[in-house]
């Protein structure tokens, strides 16, 4: 069976003379996500914490479900290794895979595994800006929330220049790294799983990740010079042109954070589900 396999130190010397996929399942921490052909968890080797996905294969039956209802099914592990290793050509701050092996050519039943450093101190975005606007909450300084929305803007122009689409481009998935330079914030983007990398990312996929991260900035009080500011920094052209040429992409992105809220709502509100 072909194998592709991928190790740094130490898994390098700690697995030498060991089948890479037996160490990899061996390994032992918190279980972040357990779902059927695929697991999350936290390890710690050698006294530092990584994150460890352990793909099994999900069957031809929910990989034909996922084409039939226009989703592409994420098949293994692959996929975040390859959005990894082109986010850090392009310079785009991510996570560091230590390991990752793949065998197996059915794609319905392959064995794959993606071992990555812990990003700490760190805290979501989501987490940081969740109590900007409660009023009780004191947002962080201008300057500094300047710098954030234009490193996320940055990071999504690199990424999608270069050929990724994130598929779940959410504040979640970005990491501030503590203690924050109040000019030039770290920021780290993960949870690449479904990530898709191409020569060049298609339109529809980049207005996608666009409206996901609109959506997902929708309650954290951004003003409208805050949202002019991305666009700019994110297109590097003057707001003029941006407003004239990408007119029908900021109607696409009101509608779609629209409905992405209605599902949202309909889903968590209270009693829902119920």
Request: proline share 5%; charged share 25%; glycine share 8%.
């Amino acid at each position: 069976m072909s194998a592709t396999v991928y190790l740094e130190e130490p898994l390098r010397s700690l697995w030498a003379g060991q089948d890479p996929f037996a160490a990899a399942e061996a390994l032992e921490g918190e279980v972040l996500r357990a779902l059927e052909g695929r697991r999350t968890l936290r390890t710690e080797i050698a006294g530092r914490g990584y994150y460890l996905k352990i793909h099994r294969g999900v069957g031809w039956g929910e990989i034909l479900k996922n084409l039939l209802s226009g989703r592409l099914p994420v098949l293994g592990a692959g996929n975040e290794w390859r959005a990894l290793r082109r986010l850090t050509a392009l310079g785009v701050d991510t996570m560091r895979p230590v390991a990752f092996g793949a065998r197996g050519a059915n794609p319905a039943r392959q064995h794959s595994f993606i071992l990555t450093e812990e990003l700490a101190p760190t805290i979501s975005l989501e987490d940081y800006c969740r109590n900007w606007h409660d009023g009780r909450t004191v947002p962080p300084a201008p300057t500094f929330k300047r710098a954030l929305i234009r490193r996320v803007a940055e990071m999504a122009r690199r990424m999608h220049r270069g050929g990724v689409n994130h598929r779940d481009f959410y504040l979640c998935h970005f990491l501030l790294h503590l203690p924050a330079d109040a000019r030039a914030p770290k920021l780290s983007l993960i949870d690449l799983h479904r990530a898709q990398v191409r020569a060049r990312t298609p339109r529809r996929w980049r207005d996608k990740d666009l409206a996901a991260l609109y959506f997902s900035a929708l309650d954290i009080g951004l003003t409208r010079r805050d949202r002019l500011r991305f666009l700019r920094a994110y297109f590097g052209r003057p707001l003029r042109e941006i407003l004239a040429a990408e007119a029908a992409l900021l109607a696409h992105l009101e509608s779609e954070a629209a409905r992405l809220m209605a599902r949202y709502r309909r889903k968590y509100a209270p009693g829902a589900g119920q």
